[in-house]
């Protein structure tokens, strides 16, 4: 007996998007985009005074936060119109993300402290609910990118297993008990498995099954147990959903998506993919890099004449923006700049090898004395 082979069709038919026509997929990406919007708006209600036009007194340094301006642009209250902006997101989703997208850019640069890692994630979010398949592999790839570098940056960083473990787990006092650890790597872990899970197309629903509970679990922590940095509660909120409504009815996989898009969006997908790389350069902002609750980023100190010595790389208490300042060297040199009285000496520490490298791992910045009357 003889078998023929079959011919294989020179022009195969291309994989089928699952982009935006089914109503299962306009349900998706209505209830994405709800969730992405609203937790949005209760980021920025939280954070409410980081979006105002502030003026800094020094006396105040305790209780008031500077502003950091990338550029020398006149200042105004951002925060109305960025919530105005998501309500056009909901009605037009198209002008919306747009208009959003570039009030966020703008208020960046009137404020870097503005540049907080989950109201630039909430706005990919939403321009993956928008009906192009590019977007939604950029929100998909950044999905994966974010979950596997939030996890795979504890992992590799001795600071999360020294200090961050210990205080996410209550136990800053004494040794860390060993079922404690266990949840703190264990927490990690499985960051970077749920981005694995989610590139495979078979297990895109175990994935989803798996970051449900855990972004759910760490809004429990945080805003019921701790009471602290509330302002990426929502965020994890809107993650879960997103895990739900964007990663589980992915039907092809992301080669093939890649393969069928135009250069530059395969361009955009490297880069966020594979730019949190960067950091380890120096060459990429840590919260862009996705290092949250890390501790691989630099450490900064002030210290006063008269003996004080403070921590300014973690959320102040008593600040009224409740978000931390990203710890990037030329802002918190900027910041030092600012708050720092004559004589005050800021003191960072880099953990990174190529600071070690290229010699700026500690570093000792003195603020001048004013000068005498006179002279």
């Keep these: 007996m003889f078998s023929r082979k079959l011919k294989q069709p020179k022009n195969p038919a ?10 299962s997929e306009r349900w998706n990406a209505l209830i994405l985009r709800g969730s992405a919007v609203a937790a949005q708006a209760v980021t920025m209600v ?24 990338a550029l020398p642009l006149p200042q ?16 037009a989703p198209r002008w919306g993300v747009l208009l959003h997208g ?51 940056h504890k992992l590799v960083s001795p600071g999360y297993y020294e200090s961050v473990i210990p205080f996410l787990m209550g136990h800053t006092v004494g040794p860390v008990p060993l079922g404690n650890q266990i949840v703190g790597v264990a927490a990690a872990a499985l960051e970077v498995v749920l981005a ?28 019921v147990e701790m009471h602290w940095n509330e302002s990426v509660c929502p965020w994890n909120a809107a993650l879960a959903v997103a895990s739900v409504t964007l990663i589980w009815p992915w039907r092809t ?76 060297h030329r802002l918190l040199e900027a910041y030092f700049e600012q708050v720092g009285k004559p004589g005050a000496v800021l003191i960072i520490d880099d953990p990174r090898w190529c600071a070690k490298y290229w010699g700026y791992d500690h570093r000792e910045i003195v603020k001048p004395s004013a000068a005498a009357p006179g002279k």
Excluded at 79 to 89: I, K, Q, R, Y
Excluded at 110 to 136: F, H, I, N, W, Y
């Design 14 to 23: 291309p994989l089928p998007h699952d982009g935006a026509d089914s109503e």
């Design 46 to 69: 939280i954070t409410w005074p980081l979006w105002l036009a502030r003026s800094f007194d020094p006396a105040l340094a305790a209780q008031q936060q500077p502003m950091l301006p």
């Design 76 to 91: 105004f209250d951002v925060g109305p119109w960025l919530l105005a902006s998501l309500v056009v997101v909901m009605w």
């Design 102 to 152: 570039l009030l966020l850019v703008w208020a960046i640069l009137l404020d870097q402290m503005r540049m907080q890692p989950e109201c630039v994630s909430l706005l990919v979010l939403m321009a993956g609910t928008l009906r192009s398949p590019s977007l939604k592999l950029l929100a998909r790839s950044h999905l994966i990118a974010l979950w596997f570098f939030a996890g795979f």
């Design 196 to 223: 694995v899970l989610a590139v495979v197309p078979r297990t895109r629903g175990l994935c989803a099954i798996l970051a449900v509970p855990f972004h759910l679990a760490i809004v429990w922590r945080l805003a």
């Design 253 to 328: 996989t992301l080669r093939a998506d890649w393969r069928v898009a135009s250069k530059l969006v395969r361009a955009a997908v490297a880069v966020v993919l594979f730019s949190p790389l960067l950091f380890y350069v120096g060459l990429l902002d840590p919260f862009l890099a996705y290092c949250v609750y890390t501790q691989n980023t630099p450490d900064a100190w002030i210290y006063v004449p008269n003996g004080e010595l403070s921590c300014i790389t973690s959320i102040i208490p008593n600040s009224d923006l409740n978000v931390p300042i990203p710890p990037e």
